[in-house]
Nanobody
Framework: QVQLVESGGGLVQAGGSLRLSCAAS????????MGWCRQAPGKEREFLAA????????YYGDSVKGRFTISRDNAKNTVYLEMNSLKPEDTAVYYC???????????????????WGQGTQVTVSS
């Protein structure tokens, strides 16, 4: 499986922006669909966004549609999550995830991913 390492989390004020990065290693990155999920204390892991192996197709969860943007750079083996208009309810641990897939399968939720990073904390203050 591919190894994933997230970075870019931190503390930001409401209305601010952050960009998360996820560096992948160990396998051919372009064979994987990639995505981001988050988990707040006491809540289930929530699907945020996914991108297919080529970067040509993206999917978003309803809670972040229009505010978050997922992208990837296959030359750098990295996937990004640009987060704008952040709200206190966006506070959570954010996880990068991968799915070995070049079929353009539509990712629906956390169960569709096979590997996970260790997570990075995002805290949005009011």
């Amino acid at each position: 499986q591919v190894q994933l390492v997230e970075s870019g989390g931190g503390l930001v004020q409401a209305g601010g922006s952050l960009r998360l990065s996820c560096a992948a290693s160990g396998r051919t990155f372009s064979n994987y669909a990639m995505g981001w999920c988050r988990q707040a204390p006491g809540k289930e892991r929530e699907f945020l966004a996914a991108i297919n192996w080529s970067g040509g197709t993206t999917y978003y969860g309803d809670s972040v549609k229009g505010r978050f943007t997922i992208s990837r750079d296959n030359a750098k083996n990295t996937v990004y999550l640009e987060m704008n208009s952040l709200k206190p309810e966006d506070t959570a641990v954010y996880y990068c995830a991968s799915r070995l897939d070049r079929s353009n399968y539509r990712i629906n939720g956390p169960a569709d991913f096979g590997s996970w990073g260790q997570g990075t904390q995002v805290t949005v203050s009011s």
